[in-house]
């Protein structure tokens, strides 16, 4: 971990450029990216002859010592985190949710568990009650924390869920601060009846956890979140996407013009339910998340999406659980605790399912797993680039070498590993985080408290003209002919 690094004759990826080049670093910052660098004796040399020299991976959602659903996320901020970095990630964005509906009482508490980080990260705020407070202490959050997005979830009724009118309430909050709002979108109240219906017909097992919320349920939540946050007016960011009828809405949505990202996770694009109906509990329930990972078929499409550029970045919603906490429904699916792992596997499964299949170019893979991300929440070049002036954060990647994943060897704390088994090209060799070496020769070399606090400042950009663009906009949803597109943007790399 010297603070002087040179990357020597790899090839550099930015989202937009490639080229051989030399990479010097100084204090945790790029300094200079042009081919035959000289510098001193007391530079460390790493040799990338051969190799691609990328940003790393920035996961958009994660839940790192998340409490929820009786129990909490064995990944905390520290094993999380190492994980994510072993595996080529050195940033990610968490989920703050709010104690007894307080969002400043929640930071807090995520403030403390963040403490022990050993890579950079920022944070999303779950919003789960509308009121004055709430309301006030959005406008807090985005102006003196650092917060520009905020997670609405139209499921999880009972805990979580909020309804039309506080989503409506709350996108026209995101609206006037320059806030984007976030949706996990299933229709809650739907899926309540669907597991009802499942336990009167006997249906205890994790099967019944796809069976209760089928993709209908996500697509019509995406579907209504798309068209509430049409009619504020404002841009919106669908998590998660995880089935076709979803992701379909959400092309429907940005052909128009609407502003809308789509973010499918490492779980949707690889694996199918035939887990889900293992007949030994232990391996079925360590697939159940949610919304649920769907019949094959529904994988290959969003691929097809996020080539297309339909779908933007992708994710991991990195939630794990042990086999003795999934045992907690053993008896009734509702209780089993919902997420799966990811963080550690998502730049090397992106890379295999993706480029190495020839469905996207190596500079869309810097897009997908880092660059879009950093635009979107506002921090790019700062992060998600490799050029002069920005963070340090890079990876190496041995095209001719091969990753293979188990739970034996991965740095995630959980007992199990929903990638169990798989092997692909394509191997992530070194990380830098901050201009320290800490994953090499398959070791992390970490120390807590090392990672810093990202602010996500709010938008201009991303608003700009949609107040100015208002009445005409509302008098134009009731006209009778396609929107126009002229207050908003298209095209692959906008909203
Ligand atoms: O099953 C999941 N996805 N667990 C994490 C919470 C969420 O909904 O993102
Ligand atoms: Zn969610
Ligand atoms: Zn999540
Ligand atoms: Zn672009």
Redesign the pocket.
């Known amino acids: 971990s010297s603070t002087k690094l040179l990357i020597k004759g790899g090839t550099v990826v930015n989202a937009h450029h490639q080229e051989v080049a030399d990479v010097y670093v100084e204090d945790g910052i790029i300094f200079a990216v042009k081919p035959n660098l000289k510098v001193g004796d007391d530079v460390k040399v790493i040799d990338a002859t051969g190799k691609f020299v990328m940003p790393g991976g920035i996961d958009p959602h994660t ?1 790192l010592a998340m409490e ?1 659903m009786g129990t909490e996320s064995v990944d905390d901020f520290f094993s999380g985190q190492a994980a994510a970095l072993a595996g080529g990630t050195t940033m990610h964005i968490d989920f703050v949710i709010p104690v007894n509906g307080s969002l400043i009482a929640g930071l807090e508490a995520y403030e403390e568990k963040a403490k022990k980080s050993c890579m950079d990260y920022g944070f999303h705020m779950a919003i789960t009650k509308f009121d004055d407070i709430v309301s006030r202490d959005m406008e807090i959050v985005v102006k003196e924390k650092g917060i520009n997005s905020f997670k609405f ?1 139209l499921a999880y009724k009972g805990a979580l869920m909020v309804n039309d009118e506080l989503l409506l309430e709350g996108l026209k909050r995101c609206k006037s601060l320059g806030a984007l709002a976030m949706v ?1 979108a299933e229709n809650g109240d739907a899926v309540f009846e669907g597991q009802k219906r499942m336990i009167q017909l006997g249906i205890t097992g994790p099967e019944g956890h796809a069976l209760s919320r089928p993709p209908v349920l996500e697509g019509e939540a995406t579907a209504r979140a798309i068209r509430l946050a049409g009619f504020v007016n404002t841009p919106l960011y669908v ?2 996407v995880m089935s076709i009828d979803a992701m379909e809405e959400i092309a429907k949505a940005r052909k128009s013009g609407q502003r809308v990202v789509g973010e499918p996770v490492v779980s949707g694009l690889v694996l199918d339910d035939s887990g889900l109906w293992d007949s030994d509990f232990a391996t079925a329930s360590k697939y159940v ?2 919304p649920p990972i769907r019949a094959s078929g529904h994988g290959k499409a969003l691929q097809g999406a996020l080539s297309n550029g339909v779908l933007q970045l992708v994710g991991t ?1 990195h ?1 794990a659980f042990n086999s003795t906490q999934k045992a907690f429904g053993i008896d009734d699916f509702r209780k089993i605790p ?2 799966v792992n990811g963080i550690e596997e998502r730049m090397h499964l992106v890379w295999d399912t993706m480029v190495e299949s020839g469905q996207i170019s190596i500079t869309d893979f810097v897009r997908v797993t880092s660059t879009e991300c950093a635009r979107i929440f506002n921090i790019y070049p700062r992060k998600g680039a490799i050029i002069a002036g920005s963070d340090a954060d890079i990876i190496i990647l041995n095209p001719n070498s091969s990753f293979e994943i188990n739970a034996r060897s991965h740095h995630s704390r959980t007992d199990t590993n929903v990638y169990e088994g798989r092997r692909g090209k394509g191997k992530i060799e070194v990380t830098i985080a901050g201009g320290r070496v800490v994953w090499e020769n398959n070791e992390v070399k970490v120390v807590p408290g090392s990672g810093k606090y990202i602010e996500t400042p709010p938008y201009n950009y991303l608003f700009s003209g949609i107040d100015k663009a208002d009445a005409s906009y509302l008098s134009s949803l009731n006209a009778p002919v396609k929107r126009s597109e002229s207050t908003t943007s298209s095209g692959r790399h906008s909203y």
């Open positions: 839940h929820f979830f996990h998590v998660h998340m949610s919603d939630c919902n997420g």
